[in-house]
């Protein structure tokens, strides 16, 4: 499994999907926190400082996992859109191993990821907070960065699994889109709030939370929540969508 | 010596039988042809032979065991289907995915590189590969694990005269080392130039197996121009051939040798002025193979 890993760890590496998404996330990330930072106290802003500020300036979960959640489905259904799944199932026929390694590799990059991208928001925020006088950040701080790992890592997990569902790339992006903002944020959340944090957007959302959970799980239940999102996912690919013939 | 076997297959999609009970062996140190017209079922039973398909009845074997059976397969069996490559990932990169998968080190990579003279693009991007350039990547793709069958199908495509050349060259050597080569075609002149044995199928079904030689030398005929191609043609046709009338003076004469052609025209006293036998390139004996296939069924 190892080996399978590191085949998919030096795919990912020598296409140029994974660096668009790290630059890309790096990118959002540097603009949300210094237009964040920046922008503070303007009407219709957070005071510079307060825990609604302090919180925007850290929720790049939204950014992280996005892009994790398209690399994920790359990662599996962009091997069909490529046909590269032919040689790929050719050396390892047993292709339920060949999906547990991508989402090893999904989960591992994602938790790098996520961490990292944290880490620099982190880097750039406080330096600008302290120039600006505000020396202690409102939230906790260890708690938001290791729910924007999880989180990461778990739509990671989840881009996987709906790109081995679909095995189309665009179908699999759309898709997850139209059900996070339409079906979970639009419709099951303001009708269905105890149904919607058990969804995977619902679920996301506990896990970027920096202060009151009052509703919504706990962050150690929403990780467990997607990862169980993406086991089930990923486990209905299995047994339907990798069984049919290659195209 | 791995000997590819195929044991009363049978593939249905729905109500279609892509491959109807086929039973054909390939043989170890020979390049096996395998031939039939679009949708016969070639490219299924490759897929199923490679474990890409499941078959419905029967079993595809590679020195006995299925594909799926074999440890680390790509060291088996090297295979040119229609796989794709990353538009953006290099070609040395590519195979290099391919050498890890297979266990094999990193050298090898090189190797193949070398062997079908991609080198110096090596670095590029296969998404700028010509056809032929990608053919070449194919087959270095299929040699990376350094396998002692390998299946192809039409790894003539896209080739230039001189790139069909250098497969030739390669794939005799190959099998002359006791590889096994599995080809489908449909350039048949190219197959008729390379291939020792060949597999016709038609509908799924085999319709033949066997040397080419064999093939072509069964249907061997006469071709005869005359003053008299009229009568002639009856004549002939009395005596239980099958004529064709190929020009205005020149008929297309089987099933009747050259003497009994010759002994028929001067018994009517027509002027020959051409006479020679004719050995049916595949192509004819393919067809011949087929609507007789199609009589029959």
Same mark, same amino acid.
């Given at each position: 499994?190892?080996?399978?890993?590191?085949?998919?760890? @030096?795919?990912?590496?020598? =296409?140029?999907?994974? @660096?668009?998404?790290?630059?890309?996330?790096?990118?959002?990330?540097?603009?949300?926190?210094?237009?964040?930072?920046?922008? %503070?106290?303007?009407?219709?802003?957070?005071?510079?400082?307060?825990?609604?500020?302090?919180?925007?300036?850290?929720?790049?979960?939204?950014?992280?996992?996005?892009?994790?959640?398209?690399?994920?489905?790359?990662?599996?259904?962009?091997?069909?859109?490529?046909?590269?799944?032919?040689?790929?199932?050719?050396?390892?026929?047993?292709?339920?191993?060949?999906?547990? $390694?991508?989402?090893?590799?999904?989960?591992?990059?994602?938790?790098?990821?996520?961490?990292?991208?944290? !880490?620099?928001?982190?880097?750039?925020?406080?330096?600008?907070?302290?120039?600006?006088?505000?020396? &202690?950040?409102?939230?906790?701080?260890?708690?938001?960065? *290791?729910?924007?790992?999880?989180?990461?890592?778990?739509?990671?997990?989840?881009?996987?699994?709906?790109?081995?569902?679909?095995?189309?790339?665009?179908?699999?992006?759309?898709?997850?889109?139209?059900?996070?903002?339409?079906?979970?944020?639009?419709?099951?959340?303001?009708?269905?709030?105890?149904?919607?944090?058990?969804?995977?957007?619902?679920?996301?959302?506990?896990?970027?939370?920096?202060?009151?959970?009052?509703?919504?799980?706990?962050?150690?239940?929403?990780?467990?929540?997607?990862?169980?999102?993406?086991?089930?996912?990923?486990?209905?690919?299995?047994?339907?969508?990798?069984?049919?013939?290659?195209? | +010596?791995?000997?590819?076997?195929?044991?009363?297959?049978?593939?249905?999609?729905?109500?279609?039988?892509?491959?109807?009970?086929?039973?054909?062996?390939?043989?170890?140190?020979?390049?096996?042809? @395998?031939?039939?017209?679009?949708?016969?079922?070639?490219?299924?039973?490759?897929?199923?032979?490679?474990?890409?398909?499941?078959?419905?009845?029967?079993?595809?074997?590679?020195?006995?065991?299925?594909?799926?059976?074999?440890?680390?397969?790509?060291?088996?069996?090297?295979?040119?289907?229609?796989?794709?490559?990353?538009?953006?990932?290099?070609?040395?990169? &590519?195979?290099?995915?391919?050498?890890?998968?297979?266990?094999?080190?990193? *050298?090898?990579?090189?190797?193949?590189?070398?062997?079908?003279?991609?080198?110096?693009?090596? !670095?590029?991007?296969?998404?700028?590969?010509?056809?032929?350039?990608?053919?070449?990547?194919?087959?270095?793709?299929?040699?990376?694990?350094?396998?002692?069958?390998?299946? +192809?199908?039409?790894?003539?495509?896209?080739?230039?005269?001189?790139?069909?050349?250098? +497969?030739?060259?390669?794939?005799?050597?190959?099998?002359?080392?006791?590889?096994?080569?599995?080809?489908?075609?449909?350039?048949?002149?190219?197959? $008729?130039?390379?291939?020792?044995?060949?597999?016709?199928?038609?509908?799924?079904?085999?319709?033949?197996?066997?040397?080419?030689?064999?093939?072509?030398?069964?249907?061997?005929?006469?071709?005869?121009?005359?003053?008299?191609?009229?009568?002639?043609?009856?004549?002939? %046709?009395?005596?239980? %051939? *099958?004529?064709?009338? =190929?020009? %205005?003076?020149?008929?297309?004469?089987? !099933?009747?040798?050259?003497?009994?052609?010759?002994?028929?025209?001067?018994?009517?006293?027509?002027?020959? =002025?051409?006479? &020679?036998?004719?050995?049916?390139?595949?192509?004819?004996?393919?067809?011949?193979?087929?609507?007789?296939?199609?009589?029959?069924?």
């Amino acid at each position: 499994m190892i080996r399978l890993v590191r085949i998919e760890l @030096f795919k990912l590496r020598t =296409t140029p999907a994974l @660096f668009v998404a790290l630059g890309l996330a790096f990118l959002l990330t540097v603009t949300s926190v210094l237009t964040t930072i920046f922008l %503070a106290g303007q009407p219709g802003t957070a005071p510079l400082g307060s825990v609604e500020n302090v919180s925007h300036v850290l929720a790049i979960g939204v950014v992280t996992s996005f892009s994790m959640l398209i690399l994920g489905i790359m990662l599996s259904a962009g091997e069909d859109r490529h046909r590269t799944s032919l040689s790929t199932y050719l050396a390892e026929p047993r292709r339920g191993r060949v999906l547990v $390694a991508k989402l090893l590799t999904a989960g591992l990059v994602g938790t790098v990821g996520g961490a990292v991208v944290f !880490g620099l928001d982190l880097a750039i925020a406080v330096p600008l907070y302290a120039a600006k006088g505000v020396h &202690h950040l409102p939230v906790d701080v260890m708690t938001l960065w *290791t729910g924007t790992t999880l989180l990461t890592a778990c739509f990671g997990l989840l881009g996987v699994a709906l790109g081995a569902l679909t095995r189309n790339t665009v179908a699999a992006i759309i898709g997850a889109l139209v059900w996070a903002a339409v079906i979970e944020l639009a419709v099951l959340q303001p009708l269905f709030p105890s149904l919607a944090k058990w969804l995977p957007t619902g679920a996301a959302v506990s896990l970027t939370v920096a202060t009151d959970h009052s509703g919504m799980l706990s962050p150690a239940a929403a990780a467990l929540v997607l990862v169980g999102w993406a086991a089930a996912v990923a486990l209905v690919a299995s047994r339907i969508t990798l069984r049919r013939e290659l195209r | +010596m791995s000997t590819l076997s195929f044991q009363s297959l049978t593939k249905r999609y729905g109500e279609v039988t892509a491959l109807d009970g086929l039973t054909a062996e390939v043989a170890p140190g020979r390049i096996t042809a @395998f031939l039939g017209a679009n949708g016969s079922g070639k490219t299924t039973s490759m897929r199923l032979l490679l474990g890409l398909s499941r078959p419905d009845a029967g079993i595809a074997t590679i020195g006995g065991a299925p594909y799926v059976d074999l440890k680390h397969p790509t060291r088996k069996v090297g295979s040119v289907l229609d796989q794709g490559f990353h538009p953006n990932r290099s070609a040395r990169n &590519h195979l290099r995915v391919l050498a890890m998968q297979a266990e094999v080190p990193p *050298t090898r990579v090189e190797e193949v590189l070398d062997l079908v003279g991609l080198t110096s693009v090596g !670095g590029r991007r296969v998404g700028g590969f010509s056809l032929g350039m990608r053919q070449r990547l194919a087959l270095a793709s299929a040699l990376v694990g350094d396998p002692a069958v390998l299946v +192809m199908d039409e790894p003539f495509n896209g080739l230039d005269p001189a790139g069909i050349a250098t +497969m030739r060259t390669f794939l005799r050597k190959f099998a002359d080392d006791g590889g096994t080569v599995f080809l489908s075609s449909h350039l048949l002149a190219e197959v $008729a130039h390379s291939a020792d044995d060949a597999i016709v199928i038609h509908r799924g079904r085999l319709v033949s197996a066997g040397p080419v030689s064999d093939l072509s030398g069964g249907a061997a005929g006469v071709v005869v121009s005359t003053t008299d191609a009229d009568l002639l043609a009856v004549t002939l %046709a009395r005596r239980g %051939a *099958t004529v064709e009338r =190929t020009r %205005a003076e020149t008929l297309t004469v089987r !099933g009747l040798t050259r003497e009994a052609v010759g002994r028929a025209a001067a018994e009517l006293g027509a002027v020959v =002025t051409d006479m &020679h036998g004719v050995e049916d390139d595949l192509e004819s004996v393919f067809a011949d193979l087929i609507n007789h296939q199609e009589a029959t069924s």
